[in-house]
């Protein structure tokens, strides 16, 4: 698109005025301030995105999301989670959204159930064959998602912690455990693997071989190396495109930020499509902008800017 690279050529060279010819991008300059005056749908990835390392939003982050609400932009979640880790920051954002989780495989409403739940899960035979295939493997633990309810393998409180609540340290999380081959009685939003370093190419192999026409996955590796497989052909610009269909908000006033393999789709999909500068070199690839990394306020700076948003003065 034209406007994302003025957009582009703009926001980078505010670090560098030298470069700036004010002749040659005056007419960009104009279009994008005219732009900026309308409503656009702003969606956030959360880990290594929007949260700091420490899982926390800054408070200058926070503050200009909240103003970009005031100001008229729509502001939604697109996360690989479930609702259940991250409904905490939706309401610390005060959001009145839907929510975008699993990467696009459940988009719904947490305040208005009339707005409808659309949930894309992955066929439950091709899911019981692949586990049937991970228990011959031996990998060291699987964990099933339908919706909000969790299916654990074997028993590991890491990864309980790492998919738990955040609202309620003394909740009861939503959790069965032991034999998913025989609990798991439904299609599931989401299937992980967690293999062992040696069996990483061989399962890779085995599901593009086998259910490549109907799966899809991704490899991430912090705390683990875990295989996230969702329905083939679902991802988070599949649940971005249907929040934007609703607002009716054209695809050029899209701005969709993100840092993971997970996020190319909807960053490719965004009009302005913002990697932050801890991102993978894949991503900041196709981003129309690299903004600065989100432990150091890359969403909460990128907006202030790009939406010329003004915090009040304390």
Known sequence: MVITNYIKHIYLLSFNP??????????????????????HLIALD??????????EISPHTLQVVKQAKTDGHIVVIATGRPSRASIHYYHMLGLTTPMIN????????????KWGTFHHPMPLDTTLSVIDTCFELGVNNILAEVKDHAYLNKYDQEIIDVF?????????????????NKTLTEDPTALMIMPKKEQIDILSEYLEENHGEIIEYRNWGAPWSIFEINKKGIHKA?????VADYYQIPQERIIAFGDEDNDI?????????????????ELQAIADVITNSNEEDGVGSFLEDYLNIQLPII
């Open 102 to 113: 699993y990467n696009g495989a459940l988009t719904y409403h947490p305040k208005n159930e």
């Open 238 to 242: 599949f649940g971005l495109k249907k």
């Open 164 to 180: 738990k609540t955040v609202t309620d340290e003394n909740s009861d999380e939503p959790y069965t455990i032991g034999g998913i």
């Open 265 to 281: 789709e909807m960053i490719d999909y965004a009009g302005i499509g913002v990697a932050m500068q801890n991102a993978i070199p």
């Open 46 to 55: 959360l880990d290594g995105t929007l949260l700091t390392d420490k899982k």
């Open 18 to 39: 030298l470069l700036i010819d004010l002749s040659s991008i005056s007419k960009g300059l104009n279009e994008v301030r005219r732009m900026n005056r309308k409503q």
